[in-house]
């Protein structure tokens, strides 16, 4: 297994260079590295004519108001987000073209044309708007990969409500939480998903969440249908049929002029404490950087299938799944389920089936595609691939590689696409006519957007952290309920200067390489989880006393969580209790947060005032020799731990 220094190593010996081929070039929208130098000159001029491509009610007095930390992006303007990816296509050519083809795990098709999808979006703002929702409110939406998940967030878009999206994995604990913190008054949900052939029961999690949620007022539940069978308990008064509403509903629902600075939702994510962060994205900038990069990154013309498989559970999914090729009047593929079902060549036959052109998916997918062998790409038509994505992680050179030549096959460029659910969009890529790739690299930022690698003293050095120095549209404006702790994650690190939390490299030609977290945030198969969150939820079990968690590099899924545990007194560390505290967890946040590894403890390494070294923890997850222990209070209890470690994993 490599150990992250070995990787990074490896990351910096990748010398090859991929530069567009000429049949791209021949149609790419940007075949002239002169817009990079044109946004660089006036990167508000710039940022205003891609605003223009939308369609504002009202025009903005001012493209940019930077008081750091908070920008205003587009002041005074008005416009709609749901407007702009529906409304506006319905008046040409593009009114009868597919928006959404939806495919389901157990093979159930859907395809909406704009105009289907802008009927259904308006049906359901008006049930939304029937059940008292108005402008400003919280709607939380809790639903598998379901066409109803974009008809939601669309449908609160449609009139000024903020969507709160809680990923489907994620646990009825969680998704408390989540409800509480936006003080959501609506919850959309569905009576279940399939995956992998199962059926997951959303309903029934949502219930034990609905116990503690006094600021619901009305659930809406959608019946997923296609053979799926799962009970559902229905509260009179509080839960309704999606359908039955929509039965009743007309699909007539003007569009509300909001401000640019308006909310349009708020996606929670992971940070360094226990709490996660609600991250708040407006209207105006948000929809301008989504549309550009969409169209830019993806080179998006108008007869592209386009696929992300991400969950719209993700900030992924929201951005490329729905807001940026919808307001580019794209046909979107979108797809319930995994990957491996029934077969593992579910991907390539929906590829092949559809006749996919783009392809966005995540490093950690790529890897368990490589290891189930090219026989199952190799059986299935990908001619029509035209352009690969990459996304969530750094992807390492041989999976750059592999996929490259194995689904590219050797003709389409790969777009690695770095960005955070606080950027909002596409940060640091390549644009695919003009940037040569090179295996692991984003490459540069995006036009009109600045990135450097700092120090902690804030000088400009070739190895250190990735830094964004000026304002952009599509940025977070706060994290909700908590200025405070927008301004100290972000903004405290080095004066006006965005903090991402990722370490980076440039090379001779000015190249990005990113090489991940550098605080105590976990990328596991590309989702983000906090060491603290995991902590938190072990420490919650009464066998626990005291709980250390980790990342460990992991081939598949980047990092997997190596958690080390103290139990109390009197109890017994046995087989059974760590499959309990696995289950625990997974309970308590979600299975993508179930530890990989747990060892117990007698003690945890502590310096004398009492720190855990997570330092040392990692060294010993990751079977390297011990760094330095000097400061410790009793250096004996790292040595016992990494013989412990040894002899288990052996
Ligand atoms: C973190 C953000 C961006 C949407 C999905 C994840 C890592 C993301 C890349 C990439 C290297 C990447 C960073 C970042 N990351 N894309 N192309 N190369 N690292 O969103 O959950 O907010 O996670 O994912 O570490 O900080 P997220």
Redesign the pocket.
């Known amino acids: 297994m490599a150990a992250p220094e070995q990787a990074i190593e490896a990351l910096l010996l990748e010398h090859r260079v991929f530069p567009p081929t000429e049949e791209f070039r021949a149609r790419a929208h940007v075949t002239d590295t002169g817009v990079y130098e044109r946004a660089r000159r006036d990167p508000e001029a710039y940022w205003a004519e891609w605003a223009r491509e939308l369609e504002w009610f009202e025009p903005w007095s001012q493209v940019l108001e930077w008081r750091p930390p908070h920008a205003k992006w587009f002041v005074g303007g008005k416009l709609n987000a749901a407007y702009n990816c529906l409304d506006r296509h319905l008046k040409g050519p593009r009114r009868n073209k597919a928006a959404l083809i939806w495919e389901g795990e157990p093979g159930d098709e859907r395809v909406y044309t704009y105009w289907d999808l802008h009927r259904e979006v308006s049906r359901f703002a008006n049930v939304l708007k029937s059940l008292g929702v108005r402008r400003g409110d919280r709607v939380a939406i809790y639903l598998p990969m379901i066409p109803e998940a974009a008809i939601a967030m669309l449908a609160c878009a449609r009139i000024g409500a903020v969507h709160s999206v809680v990923f489907g994995g994620f646990s009825a604990e969680s998704l408390r939480d989540r409800i509480l913190d936006a003080e959501a008054r609506v919850l959309v949900t569905a009576d279940g998903g399939f995956r992998r052939g199962r059926p997951v029961a959303l309903k029934e999690a949502a219930d034990v969440a609905l116990r503690e949620t006094p600021t619901i007022r009305h659930v809406v539940v959608v019946k997923r249908g296609g053979g799926l069978d799962v009970p559902v308990r229905m509260m009179e008064g509080r839960d309704h049929w999606y359908h039955d509403l929509m039965a009743e509903a007309s699909a007539q629902c003007p569009a509300e002029a909001m401000d640019a600075e308006d909310l349009l939702y708020i996606l929670y994510?992971?940070g360094t404490t226990g709490r996660p962060k609600g991250?708040v994205h407006t209207t105006g900038g948000y929809m301008t950087q989504v549309h550009a990069t969409t169209k830019w990154v993806f080179d998006l013309h108008e007869e592209d299938l386009y696929w992300c498989t991400?969950d719209v559970g993700?900030?992924?999914g929201h951005?490329y799944i729905v807001y940026g090729p919808l307001s580019c009047g794209a046909s979107v593929l979108m797809y319930e389920g995994a990957p491996d079902w029934p077969d593992r060549g579910r991907f390539w036959r929906l590829i092949e089936k559809y006749g996919v052109t783009i392809f966005y998916t995540?490093?950690t997918a790529i890897r368990a595609f490589m290891r189930w062998g090219t026989d199952w790409p190799a059986r299935f038509d990908l001619s029509t691939l035209r352009l690969l994505g990459?996304?969530?992680?750094?992807?390492n050179p041989e999976a750059w590689v592999w996929y490259h030549e194995h689904i590219g096959h050797g003709r389409c460029p790969i777009v690695?696409?770095?960005?955070?659910?606080?950027?909002g969009a596409?940060m640091?890529?390549p644009l695919p006519g003009v940037v040569p790739t090179k295996p692991g690299s984003?490459t540069i930022p995006f036009p009109g957007i600045q990135a450097e690698v700092l120090n902690n003293e804030g000088q400009k050095v070739r190895s250190g952290f990735?830094a964004i120095p000026a304002p952009w549209p599509s940025m977070l404006r706060t994290i909700w309920g908590d200025d405070e702790r927008y301004r100290q994650t972000y903004w405290s690190k080095w004066p006006d200067i965005y903090f991402?939390?990722?370490g980076a490299k440039i090379d001779d030609d000015g190249d990005f390489w990113?090489?991940?977290?550098v605080d105590d945030?976990l990328?596991v198969a590309?989702?983000?989880i906090g060491t603290m969150e995991v902590e938190s939820a072990l420490v919650d079990h009464p066998a626990v006393a005291e709980a250390a968690v980790v990342g460990r590099a992991d081939e598949l899924k980047g990092q997997a969580i190596a958690a080390f545990v103290t139990v109390k007194e009197g109890v017994e560390p046995t087989d059974t209790l760590r499959k309990e505290l696995r289950q625990h967890v997974a309970e308590k946040i979600g299975a993508i947060a179930r530890p990989d590894d747990i060892l117990f403890a007698a003690d945890l390494p502590k310096t004398r005032s009492g720190k855990i070294m997570r330092r040392l923890l990692r060294d010993i997850a990751e079977g390297r020799a011990l760094g330095d222990t000097t400061t410790l209070a009793d250096p004996a209890v790292v040595a016992r731990l990494k013989s412990e470690y040894e002899e288990k994993e052996g």
């Open positions: 994510t992971s991250i991400a993700w900030v992924t951005s995540a490093p990459s996304v969530g992680e750094p992807i690695d696409t770095w960005w955070q659910t606080e950027t596409i640091i890529t984003a990735l991402p939390g990722d990113l090489l991940g977290r945030v990328n590309g989702h983000r």
